[in-house]
């Protein structure tokens, strides 16, 4: 079914009737070397993104110092299927040359952008400016959508700059933008990522004091933002976003396992122990970086004393496909805690707090709930400051380790 409906937008998209054999020359593998990739999405933009081809079944997508491993590459005919890690979406195309014409595709939403990859450029974007006339470098007090009713919201954008290089993140209060890689031509800064779940790109005019710009994401969505310079700018703290209704002081919850055995947070199992209870999806990369940390973290700490558990918002529209998406990430990630199916068929937080109706609000994907021996709620934290954050990444994991030898303490 998947490849049946990548073909399909392959060919209603590219295909052409006088088109001779001779016209396209097609290989049948991908070349080692570099690509620049390109999504074409809204407003006439283009979204670029780098990867480096090691061998037929083997590439990395880079994005500034994120390198994303590839290994599930598929050939079809005259073509190919790129699938990264984790992730549901997937690069469909079809060998034009040394070239690729194609889709990127996530089936779930029925998502399609259109794809080109070129080989041999290593520039993620073209610079028309001799030289750069401002410089992002900083921390910069950032708000999207501003004056939209129920859309404004509020970030902290933090940029290195040398020469014309832009690398850096808008972190807002339920995570991160990935690590943004792209360039100051002028007075323009334009930045992007692709990690096979979101393809964002932004754009924006720059003084030495505001930016004032457009987020794309992918070719479904784009909405304003503007920022100001402000080096002292913090966000709220991300322990106080979401919190127990008036009247608890614990949660409950009954979810299957991907065998679908019936977990419950009071089965004997966890009882006098410290659990972490993890909110998040297979499709969330902020949800991914917080996998890999705890997964590790488990491994490298096991004790009676503490669990990990994680509960599986997914947009998957049938529970076979959401248990399969689970699965694959304990594969690829080792996870040994159990991550339960709370939710299929929609990622919508309104829907997820229905299911956990202790809480205030489900904010964000992800969200980590700490409760102590005696099952209490200790603590309840929004999002997840990852890699791309830097210091924040840091200050996270030392704040994290301290409470749950806290709580292991008691």
């Given at each position: 079914?998947?490849?049946l409906?990548?073909?399909?937008?392959?060919?209603?998209a590219?295909?052409?009737?006088?088109?001779?054999k001779?016209?396209?020359?097609?290989?049948?593998t991908?070349?080692?070397?570099?690509?620049l990739?390109?999504?074409?999405?809204?407003?006439?933009?283009l979204?670029?993104?780098?990867?480096?081809?090691?061998?037929?079944?083997?590439?990395?997508?880079?994005?500034?110092?994120?390198?994303?491993?590839?290994?599930?590459?598929?050939?079809?005919?005259?073509s190919v299927?790129?699938?990264?890690?984790?992730?549901?979406?997937?690069l469909?195309?079809?060998?034009?040359?040394?070239?690729?014409?194609?889709?990127?595709?996530?089936?779930?939403l029925?998502?399609?952008?259109?794809?080109?990859?070129?080989?041999?450029?290593?520039?993620?974007?073209?610079?028309?400016?001799?030289?750069?006339?401002?410089?992002?470098t900083?921390?910069?007090?950032?708000?999207?959508?501003?004056?939209?009713?129920?859309?404004?919201y509020?970030?902290?954008?933090?940029?290195?700059?040398?020469?014309?290089y832009?690398?850096?993140?808008?972190?807002t209060?339920?995570?991160?933008?990935?690590y943004?890689?792209?360039?100051?031509?002028?007075?323009?800064?334009?930045?992007?990522?692709?990690?096979?779940?979101?393809?964002?790109?932004?754009?924006?005019?720059?003084?030495?004091?505001v930016?004032?710009g457009?987020?794309?994401?992918?070719?479904?969505?784009?909405?304003?933002?503007?920022?100001?310079r402000?080096?002292?700018?913090?966000?709220?703290?991300?322990?106080?976003?979401?919190?127990?209704?008036?009247?608890?002081?614990?949660?409950?919850?009954?979810?299957?396992?991907?065998?679908?055995?019936?977990v419950?947070?009071?089965?004997?199992?966890?009882?006098?122990?410290?659990?972490?209870?993890q909110?998040?999806?297979?499709?969330?990369?902020?949800?991914?970086?917080?996998?890999?940390?705890?997964?590790?973290?488990y491994?490298?700490?096991?004790?009676?004393?503490?669990?990990?558990?994680?509960?599986?918002?997914?947009?998957?529209?049938?529970?076979?496909?959401?248990?399969?998406?689970?699965?694959?990430?304990?594969?690829?990630?080792?996870i040994?805690?159990?991550?339960?199916?709370?939710?299929?068929?929609?990622?919508?937080?309104?829907?997820?707090?229905?299911?956990?109706?202790?809480?205030?609000?489900?904010?964000?994907?992800?969200t980590?709930?700490?409760?102590?021996k005696?099952?209490?709620?200790?603590?309840?934290?929004?999002?997840f400051?990852?890699?791309?954050?830097g210091?924040?990444?840091?200050?996270?994991?030392?704040?994290?380790?301290s409470?749950?030898s806290?709580?292991?303490?008691?």
């Amino acid at each position: 079914m998947r490849y049946l409906f990548a073909f399909l937008m392959i060919l209603s998209a590219f295909s052409c009737k006088n088109e001779s054999k001779n016209e396209i020359e097609k290989s049948n593998t991908l070349k080692v070397g570099t690509y620049l990739g390109v999504l074409s999405i809204q407003d006439g933009e283009l979204l670029p993104f780098n990867f480096e081809v090691k061998s037929d079944k083997r590439l990395k997508i880079i994005n500034a110092e994120e390198v994303i491993e590839v290994d599930d590459i598929e050939y079809r005919n005259d073509s190919v299927f790129i699938t990264t890690p984790v992730f549901e979406g997937y690069l469909a195309a079809t060998f034009i040359d040394d070239n690729l014409k194609g889709s990127f595709i996530i089936e779930s939403l029925d998502r399609v952008v259109p794809f080109f990859a070129e080989y041999g450029p290593t520039e993620r974007f073209a610079v028309s400016k001799f030289q750069p006339t401002q410089n992002a470098t900083g921390v910069w007090e950032t708000v999207f959508s501003q004056g939209v009713e129920g859309g404004e919201y509020i970030a902290k954008g933090i940029f290195k700059q040398d020469g014309h290089y832009v690398t850096g993140t808008f972190r807002t209060t339920t995570g991160d933008y990935r690590y943004l890689q792209g360039i100051m031509d002028g007075d323009t800064m334009k930045l992007s990522t692709f990690d096979g779940a979101h393809a964002f790109l932004f754009t924006a005019k720059v003084t030495d004091s505001v930016m004032a710009g457009t987020f794309y994401s992918g070719n479904h969505w784009k909405e304003p933002f503007f920022a100001k310079r402000n080096e002292n700018y913090e966000l709220p703290s991300a322990n106080e976003l979401t919190y127990l209704k008036e009247g608890y002081d614990t949660i409950d919850f009954t979810f299957p396992n991907t065998s679908d055995k019936l977990v419950s947070i009071k089965d004997n199992h966890y009882k006098n122990k410290v659990i972490i209870v993890q909110i998040m999806g297979t499709w969330c990369p902020n949800c991914l970086d917080e996998s890999k940390y705890y997964s590790e973290f488990y491994k490298n700490n096991k004790t009676d004393d503490l669990e990990f558990i994680a509960l599986a918002f997914e947009y998957a529209k049938d529970k076979e496909t959401a248990f399969s998406r689970i699965d694959r990430l304990q594969s690829k990630l080792g996870i040994e805690y159990p991550v339960l199916l709370a939710q299929y068929g929609t990622s919508d937080k309104a829907k997820a707090q229905e299911k956990l109706p202790m809480l205030n609000h489900v904010l964000s994907y992800p969200t980590s709930i700490f409760i102590d021996k005696k099952g209490r709620v200790r603590k309840i934290h929004t999002g997840f400051n990852g890699p791309a954050t830097g210091d924040k990444y840091t200050e996270f994991k030392a704040e994290f380790e301290s409470f749950v030898s806290e709580l292991l303490s008691e």
